[in-house]
């Protein structure tokens, strides 16, 4: 008995809790973490535990926000909002910052490919010599122009620890810049195959439909955003579904190309409390690139996309806290993703799968994205119900990294 009270002494029990494991809502409402990992789900309390009492609130995993661009402060202001995971799509990490990533629980969680696939002058290097990002000081970009030269460069990606291949596709077009130099199609075969040949899943940045079918074309797994010209051809629609790919379409991006700020989201308390004036100055900016776009049609190729089948995963592409990268915010933003993805149609519920365990296994995170005994303890709990109304995910009253309690937020 003595030795079931010590370890009875270590759990926690959340009561009363509406759950929603990721998936679906259950009927379930008592969840028990032991250090690191959820211990069960259901039940009884066990003799011992801590228990918090979450009437009233709804307990979720801990969100991934599929796209963004990131640093330790990156990972830091996600986690005040609940966002356990980020998922870069191009950046740089050196070991020993990977391995304090894992370590540390008062920051998100981060899986990276490293640099992205691009030719000399390609997409993103327009952006460079404004970024205040240090590490692209120290760090030449790898540009790749033949076939032999991506396959050494994913070669040494995959040796510096790339978790999955990241490959540009963008002439400029959707950003207000045509004429941005591209991969030759036998150079994107080229890369696809080689990531394939590592195990690693080729994603593709496209934000036309023309390169879109290129890339379904090439054999890439996942588009890491959604296609914003006119006009959407139920071919390509059914091109997109049937090759299985994922689509994280970026709305709160797409809603900045197109001149929309982020200032309703700034102007929330919810909000406002948990970030620094820079950041909510650069929230309050827009990209406006592509005032042209309609988001409308957007919404329309997700609900399309979504009817199709199409594995839809809640990303944002906030990068850094610039004017002209603006309208976004770490962690916020996957909030504003989430209320735009039910805006377009979504249910609240699959928006939220769309943050949670579609993204886990796409990307093959096995141990998290779900409520389930044995998960990591990534968990959130929300004060409201998000599954009814999705505004109230900004109502956040717990937020457990690895089974560690955040204590600021
Ligand atoms: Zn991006």
Redesign the pocket.
């Known amino acids: 008995m003595a030795e079931m009270d010590t370890e009875a002494g270590m759990l926690t029990a959340i009561t009363h809790a509406h759950v929603f494991d990721g998936e679906r809502v259950i009927d379930d409402q008592i969840v028990v973490i032991d250090g690191a990992h959820i211990h069960a789900v259901g039940g009884v309390v066990p003799a011992g535990a801590t228990v918090i009492d979450a009437r009233g609130a709804t307990l979720m995993p801990g969100l991934i926000d599929a796209?963004v661009?990131t640093d330790m402060d990156g990972l830091h202001d996600a986690l005040l909002f609940g966002v356990t995971t980020e998922l870069e799509?191009?950046g740089y990490w050196t070991d020993q910052e990977r391995k304090e990533v894992a370590e540390r629980d008062d920051i998100a969680d981060v899986r990276s490919p490293g640099m992205g696939i691009t030719p000399p002058g390609g997409h993103?290097t327009e952006y460079m010599p404004d970024s205040n990002d240090e590490r692209m000081r120290d760090y030449a970009f790898p540009f790749v122009s033949t076939p032999d030269e991506a396959a050494r460069r994913i070669a040494a990606l995959v040796a510096e620890g790339a978790d999955y291949i990241k490959i540009f596709m963008e002439d400029g077009t959707a950003l207000g810049i045509p004429g941005l130099p591209v991969l030759s199609n036998e150079t994107l075969l080229a890369a696809v195959r080689e990531a394939h040949r590592y195990g690693k899943m080729a994603i593709a940045?496209t934000t036309t439909a023309a390169a879109t079918q290129q890339v379904i074309t090439a054999g890439v797994d996942g588009l890491?955003h959604v296609f914003i010209d006119p006009p959407r051809t139920p071919e390509l629609v059914a091109a997109i579904a049937a090759s299985g790919v994922f689509v994280t379409p970026c709305l709160t991006l797409n809603s900045s190309v197109m001149g929309n700020n982020g200032s309703a989201l700034a102007a929330d308390q919810r909000v406002r409390s948990r970030l620094s004036k820079k950041w909510l100055d650069s929230l309050c900016c827009s990209m406006n690139t592509y005032p042209q776009g309609s988001l409308g049609d957007v919404f329309a190729t997700v609900v399309a996309l979504h009817e199709a089948g199409v594995d839809i995963l809640a990303g944002t592409?906030v990068?850094e806290p610039l004017p002209n990268l603006g309208g976004l915010a770490h962690g916020a933003s996957l909030h504003h993703e989430l209320q735009l993805l039910v805006a377009a149609g979504l249910t609240p519920i699959e928006a939220l799968r769309a943050a949670t365990a579609t993204p886990a296994r796409r990307f093959g995170l096995t141990d998290r994205g779900r409520i389930a005994p044995g998960a990591r303890a990534d968990l959130l709990l929300i004060d409201g119900d998000p599954m009814t109304n999705i505004t109230d995910s900004l109502s956040i009253c717990g937020i457990w990294r690895r089974g560690v309690r955040l204590t600021t937020c």
């Open positions: 796209h661009h799509m191009m993103p940045h890491a592409d990068s």
